[in-house]
């Protein structure tokens, strides 16, 4: 997003031609290069952040785009910006899913606009005032998960009201039709047994492998990568368990010759569809064009590196698609890269598939991403197991 979205967007505006951009990218020389270089506006990504504070260089105004990438108030970016944050004259934030793990989530991004006035100037005290413990260990008492105060939700948001807006595609702009498609992917009875035994006793021999998984949330991860084809041994290998997931994709792309944005989570599941498509292109910051411009008939993108600010509307077909070939908890990461295609800009309608293996842990996910169900809620419901 620092290279590639926000220097052309102010070439876009007549208003903003006679900005000049600098972006602090690329190695600790060019980095020093570019902050010595005069500007009206600098340019850092989260991973170069940490750095760019300890250079001591004084900046008037803050904007953070992305702010939920703030909400956890135990990273060393936001330790480290929070230091600094009484030097700046104005400080905005931006985000299109503020609170992706619940209302919990706005402490650290509000404190960021008013350095705790609003919702106390700790965590600790927030905690206290608007909220219980949800998931928590009945023996030591450690809590694993918060959740908001009954009729606490309604204090927060009138609290912070004065200082936040938000805007809804919907409300201001006239978008195409979207149209959700949830496909149940069959697999066959002696891979649904293998699928039932790792589920059941946390392991199975797959292939030549024996499979294990010692921790529940080490169980959620391998029934995921088996429901999407492939199960990763320790030493980084990894058994093929079916091609449902393949074979349902590849029916998809015969039906339509529209675009189509694909989404994976593994390694395996990336490697597995370049070898069924050869034609299917990865993304990266020098084919975002080539897409837009119809040019690419099947994109890969991991949605933690192609679900944020990245516009990727295309409008040559009848319709744009995007497919969910691995399924992600993070509501998050899913809702970001849904609007990779879906936001301003697009014209024509847009169709997204899901891929759920039926009678799996996909469903469970399927219902945390449509706020069914909250997570820890599906993690258990998935394993059949209880914290005590």
Not at 152 to 157: A, G, L, P, T
Not at 208 to 222: D, F, N, Q, R, V
Not at 226 to 239: I, L
Request: net charge neutral; with cysteine; charged share 25%.
């Amino acid at each position: 997003m620092a290279e590639t979205v926000w220097e052309q967007e102010t070439k876009k505006w007549q208003h903003l031609q006679h900005l000049t951009v600098m972006k602090i990218l690329g190695t600790p020389s060019q980095r020093l290069t570019a902050l010595r270089t005069k500007a009206n506006i600098y340019i850092v990504n989260l991973e170069n952040l940490v750095w760019l504070l300890e250079q001591g260089t004084q900046f008037t105004n803050l904007v953070i785009d992305e702010s939920s990438r703030f909400k956890d108030p135990s990273t060393k970016r936001f330790k480290a910006l929070r230091k600094h944050l009484k030097g700046f004259q104005r400080r905005l934030i931006l985000t299109g899913t503020p609170t992706p793990q619940g209302i919990g989530d706005l402490w650290s991004q509000v404190g960021i606009l008013d350095l705790g006035s609003r919702l106390e100037t700790s965590l600790t005290r927030f905690r206290d005032k608007y909220m219980e413990p949800d998931q928590f260990n009945r023996h030591t008492r450690v809590v694993y998960s918060w959740r908001i105060k009954q009729g606490m939700d309604k204090v927060i948001q009138d609290k912070i009201a004065d200082i936040c807006f938000s805007l809804k595609a919907e409300d201001y702009l006239t978008l195409p039709k979207l149209t959700e498609l949830y496909h149940k992917v069959d697999i066959t009875t002696a891979e649904r047994k293998q699928y039932d035994t790792l589920k059941k006793d946390m392991v199975a021999d797959i292939g030549s492998e024996t499979i294990t998984a010692p921790t529940a949330a080490a169980l959620a991860g391998k029934l995921l990568q088996f429901t999407s084809g492939a199960v990763y041994a320790e030493d980084g290998s990894w058994q093929e368990v079916h091609r449902a997931k393949l074979e349902y994709l590849e029916s998809i792309m015969e039906e339509s010759l529209a675009p189509t944005l694909v989404f994976y989570h593994f390694k395996h599941s990336l490697q597995r569809i370049q070898d069924q498509f050869p034609h299917a292109v990865v993304l990266d910051d020098n084919n975002i064009q080539t897409w837009r411009d119809g040019k690419i008939h099947m994109l890969l993108a991991h949605p933690q590196s192609g679900g944020i600010g990245l516009n990727l509307q295309c409008n040559v077909g009848e319709t744009a698609q995007t497919v969910w070939y691995d399924l992600p908890w993070s509501s998050e990461n899913y809702i970001q890269a849904n609007a990779r295609i879906y936001r301003q800009g697009q014209e024509k309608p847009v169709i997204i598939h899901h891929l759920a293996v039926s009678n799996s842990i996909d469903e469970q996910v399927i219902m945390v991403l449509d706020g069914k169900i909250k997570f820890q809620d599906a993690l258990l419901n998935a394993l059949n197991f209880a914290l005590v």
